[in-house]
């Protein structure tokens, strides 16, 4: 079964600090990966996309992603206290077909 | 502005009812929308792959005589809930894929908060 495993957490980082959020997945077929965020009653909104080996900046955050470990990670960096939501890896399976992690909840201190 | 429509944001109803949810794609034709459905504190499940013009596609474990779901339209699929019982009391999310290649990302509607009391 295809799956995409990520510690729920909280993490908890003080403002300004780097957070460190990782994911894995079992399908080694699954090509494009993706970072949501998603805060409290809303629905998810995309922070980054990533389909090849190696980091992708943009703006504070970075994803990286090792196929041949198949690890995903997204780092936020100088975190501030609105970045506190609940990050969801996902990656595509094929045909559009999405799945998701459980999500890790980040908590950014004041 | 959002991308994707979903209505109704919230809804109660009693159980044995049933309920629909409307999902527009805005601005942009989607031939493929996903419904997913999201228990509080748990992850995205994916529930179905809504076709426009043909058949739903059911993930397992997902009733389809439950949850019937129609793409009559290349921007509007809907999902209704049928018989609905306090077990289905959830957050249900549609969405459509941001462009037309198989490995897009995907935009959500703003999800739909179903009670049934």
């Known amino acids: 079964q295809k799956e995409v495993e990520q510690n729920s957490g909280p993490l908890s980082v003080p403002e300004g600090a780097i957070a460190s959020l990782n994911c894995t997945y079992s399908d080694r077929v699954s090509q494009s990966f993706f970072w949501y965020r998603q805060y409290s009653g809303k629905s998810p909104e995309l922070i980054m996309s990533?389909?090849?080996?190696g980091d992708k900046e943009d703006g504070r955050f970075t994803a990286q992603l090792n196929k041949a470990s198949q690890y995903v990670s997204l780092l936020i960096r100088d975190s501030q206290p609105s970045d506190s939501a609940t990050y969801l890896c996902a990656a595509n399976t094929g045909g559009f077909k999405t799945i998701f992690g459980a999500g890790t909840r980040l908590f950014v201190k004041a | 502005g959002a991308v994707v429509s979903q209505h109704p944001s919230r809804v109660i109803c009693k159980s044995g009812t049933s309920v629909k949810i409307e999902c527009r794609s805005l601005?942009?034709?989607?031939?493929?929308m996903f419904w997913y459905r999201q228990f509080p504190k748990k992850s995205l499940m994916l529930m179905a792959t809504s076709n426009e013009g043909s058949k739903a596609t059911y993930e397992q474990g997902v009733e389809k005589d439950k949850f019937l779901i129609n793409h009559a339209s290349l921007t509007l699929s809907t999902l209704t809930v049928t018989s609905a019982h306090p077990e289905d009391s959830s957050f249900y999310i549609c969405s459509a894929p941001m462009s037309g290649t198989g490995d897009s990302p995907l935009h959500f509607g703003n999800g739909t908060r179903l009670t049934v009391t």
């Open positions: 990533i389909y090849s080996n």
């Open positions: 601005d942009f034709q989607a031939t493929t």
